[in-house]
């Protein structure tokens, strides 16, 4: 396959033809304003294709030693022994996008169990750390997101 | 619906039909601001000599739509409302609710003539917000004393407020269990909101999407409020901790320069106190006023991802879950060791 240019730069560069070809001959509002999100929506695509793989795979990697470690301090809950089972039965190893995602998400229930079981135990520390995990999760969420706003109301 | 080429035939054969007089249509605009629903400007001659313009309200075609709401359910909350003049706002008219009328359900209301309140803060310097504020306060103020009875039943009431707030939390877990992926967002904020629920106060109506952009500015400076459709019997604190949110992502905000200014103001205008209305469960409602909208985004997001759903909206929208998250955690407070 060809690999250079990357895909966000592919994707970047339809962002600067859809910005500076084809909005400066729109008129219609309700359009320019479409054109707008496009704008945003590209960006975000951009981002999300340079890093979404290894992100998913860093915090699946996180939220799946956490799940283990609250399992080891405070004990199990049948929710928490169902969603390790879960993960580790799925393909954890494929590349593919759709493999990733899926194990991804395979990998947040572990996350969500395991919060719930701090909270159920009181255990503070084991809260805090959830906690930090899911503000890696934000974080990536939020270099996807970038600069954002509603547009086109008021 | 917003095809300038045929509505306009379509919509004068409606209302000649409803008002048992010719309506001819003189000019007919789709209007942008709009995010749910697709709207358009008509401007409308009557037989009689009286002229007008009009506002349509409908759904968007099948899975274009970034949330799913009833317009049936809209159209019997404003007539209830417009009855009971309970609040400023612009009569809702007419109601095509088949959508074999005017191409889809639709609902038809009076225009405004004015700005948004999103249109006048944005023009403001930061030192001018005083009156926008209080304006803002008094009308969200306006919303929460109408009387529960006004609606009657065409949006549901709740038993108390103890059942009904369990059950908006737990809407969160409903909305990670409907989802195409997990999410432990939800699931997190609905552990922490479980165990750090205020004090309770009476039900009322709750706008749900009460921001700026939904409060028209008459000549006179007077408000109508607009967009009902996500309204709902509720804690009035909804609607605090959902402009915060909001006014977060999509400033200015009236808020945030000085909720202390802000609470007192409502307090004043509402009559509640301060163990009710306060910074604390600023940061509580904060948290959990956005689950009506975020799970209706996220709802079309798992659409999308399940290939039923598609369209700029949806996917322009998925950047507003991100807002959502940044403001559950910022809502829910970390314990200390």
């Given at each position: ?154 | ?136 306060v ?102 605090i ?14 808020i945030?320069?000085d909720p202390v200014a802000f609470l007192a103001r409502y307090r ?6 301060e163990?009710?209305v306060n910074l604390?469960t600023l ?55």
């Amino acid at each position: 396959m060809l690999s250079k240019p990357t895909t966000p730069q592919i994707i970047l560069d339809c962002r600067r033809e859809l910005l500076e070809t084809i909005d400066p001959v729109v008129s219609d509002p309700t359009v320019k304003i479409a054109i707008q999100m496009l704008e945003n929506v590209l960006r975000n695509c951009a981002e999300r294709s340079a890093h979404e793989i290894a992100w998913m795979r860093e915090e699946s990697d996180s939220m799946v030693a956490f799940a283990r470690d609250v399992k080891s301090t405070v004990g199990s809950s049948p929710e928490i022994d169902v969603a390790i089972a879960s993960y580790e039965k799925g393909d954890n190893v494929t590349l593919h996008l759709d493999a990733v995602s899926d194990s991804y998400s395979r990998a947040g229930e572990c996350l969500s169990v395991a919060l719930e079981r701090a909270f159920a135990t009181g255990h503070t520390e084991l809260h805090l750390r959830g906690r930090e995990i899911l503000a890696l999760r934000l974080a990536h969420e939020d270099a996807i997101k970038g600069d954002w706003a509603f547009v086109g109301r008021g | 619906m917003i095809d300038p080429n045929v509505m306009p035939g379509k919509l004068a054969a409606f209302l000649s039909e409803h008002e048992g007089q010719r309506a001819t249509i003189t000019a007919y605009e789709p209007m942008s601001g709009g995010y749910s629903r697709l709207m358009a400007k008509a401007s409308v001659s009557w037989a009689d000599g009286r002229s007008e313009h009009l506002v349509l309200r409908g759904d968007p075609p099948p899975g274009r739509a970034m949330m799913e709401t009833d317009r049936a359910t809209e159209w019997a909350l404003l007539s209830a409302l417009g009855r009971a003049e309970s609040i400023s706002m612009p009569q809702a008219r007419y109601f095509d609710a088949t959508g074999d009328e005017l191409g889809t359900k639709c609902i038809v209301l009076d225009f405004v003539e004015g700005r948004s309140l999103q249109s006048h803060i944005n023009e403001c310097e930061p030192g001018e917000y005083g009156r926008h504020t209080f304006d803002l306060v008094d009308t969200m103020a306006k919303v929460h004393s109408i009387d529960p009875d006004d609606v009657g039943n065409a949006i549901a009431r709740p038993n108390d407020w103890s059942t009904y707030l369990s059950g908006l939390i737990d809407r969160f877990r409903q909305a990670d269990r409907a989802h195409a992926e997990s999410n432990p967002f939800l699931r997190y904020v609905a552990e922490w909101l479980d165990a750090n629920k205020p004090a309770p106060l009476p039900l009322r109506v709750v706008h749900s999407d009460f921001q700026p952009a939904n409060i028209m500015v008459t000549a006179d400076g007077s408000h109508q409020v607009i967009d009902w459709e996500l309204t709902h019997i509720g804690d009035p604190r909804e609607d605090i901790g959902y402009y915060a949110v909001y006014s977060a992502a999509s400033g200015p905000s009236l808020i945030m320069n000085d909720p202390v200014a802000f609470l007192a103001r409502y307090r004043e205008k509402t009559g509640f106190g301060e163990d009710t209305v306060n910074l604390a469960t600023l940061g509580f409602f904060s948290s959990l006023a956005a689950i009506s909208v975020y799970a209706q985004i996220l709802a079309g997001a798992a659409a999308m991802s399940n290939g039923h759903n598609s369209g700029i909206m949806t996917t322009y929208t998925l950047n507003a879950l991100t807002v959502g998250h940044a403001n559950f955690m910022g809502g829910c407070v970390a314990p200390t060791i």
